[in-house]
């Protein structure tokens, strides 16, 4: 078939759409592959079932999104080929501004065009950050009101009440799992441990009672076998085995 002009120059912008569209598929497989783990998970495997976040969805569907509207533009190219090169124009500014303006979610690790690694665990991430941060607040007030935070287990479980078991976002084998509290008295600082299951606070205080931190075991993505401490960012290999934990610190100071 003979294409004139303007269908070629159609046919070339739609290309060079559709050649940054392929570059970007991997994060289309990662998200499917997350997908599929999730929806078929191994025996005692821990899942995080709504593991996806607004930008997930976005960042998977990115290449198929521009695939499509690169195809449905080009086929106006048959019979207006005028329009479809304006079109294709205005789609080949969009779409690498899309990507440039996707949220960094690796610190330092630019992908092509900017379009970062998807952040699986974002919305796991979400959950416990609540959750930490709901203990928090009412350990801040038992501190406010008695001067010092819970300095051993029963009081611990005294101040905080149901709130510690609340529902998580973890599941292991179709039934729903409760988030659980453990108690750690060493200098206030943060705790770490290789946990067995995930949704586990660590409440560390010191001695005095006048400083607490707060952890808690994770997955770090959709699905997993074992659990680990909780990242407070998206998984950098370096910072392994505790670096980077994700925390919340209170400290009641002497007036």
Same mark, same amino acid.
């Given at each position: ?7 070629? !120059?159609?046919?070339?912008? *739609?290309?060079?759409? @559709?050649?940054?569209?392929? %570059?970007? #598929?991997?994060?289309?497989?990662? &998200? ?71 949220? !960094?979610?690796?610190?330092? *690790?630019?992908?092509? @065009?900017?379009?970062?690694? %998807?952040? #699986?665990?974002?919305?796991?991430? &979400? ?76 409440? *560390? ?15 770090? &993505? ?34």
């Amino acid at each position: 078939m003979d294409l004139n002009r303007k269908q070629q !120059s159609a046919l070339v912008l *739609a290309g060079m759409l @559709l050649i940054i569209s392929v %570059l970007q #598929f991997g994060e289309t497989v990662s &998200a499917v592959h997350s997908w599929w783990q999730v929806g078929h998970p191994a025996v005692n495997d821990f899942v995080v079932a709504h593991w996806w976040t607004h930008y997930t969805v976005a960042s998977g569907m990115f290449a198929p999104f521009w695939v499509v509207c690169a195809l449905i533009a080009l086929s106006l190219s048959r019979h207006r080929p005028l329009l479809a090169i304006v079109i294709l124009s205005l789609f080949l500014i969009f779409e690498p501004l899309s990507c440039i303006s996707a949220r !960094s979610v690796v610190t330092g *690790a630019d992908g092509f @065009l900017g379009l970062e690694e %998807l952040p #699986f665990a974002g919305a796991e991430r &979400a959950a416990d950050w609540n959750h930490l941060a709901k203990l928090a607040a009412q350990l801040k007030r038992v501190g406010d009101d008695s001067g010092v935070f819970p300095t051993s287990e029963p009081s611990l479980r005294a101040a905080i009440g149901n709130i510690a078991f609340e529902t998580s976002p973890y599941e292991q084998n179709g039934r729903e799992l409760t988030f659980d509290i453990r108690f750690v008295l060493n200098q206030g600082t943060p705790y770490a441990t290789t946990p067995e299951m995930p949704g586990v606070v660590y409440y *560390a205080v010191n001695p005095t009672g006048k400083q607490f931190v707060l952890t808690i075991s994770g997955l770090n &993505a959709p699905v997993s076998n074992r659990p680990s401490m909780m990242k407070a960012e998206a998984f950098v290999g370096e910072k392994q085995p505790w670096g980077g934990l994700l925390a919340t610190e209170e400290t009641l100071y002497q007036r």
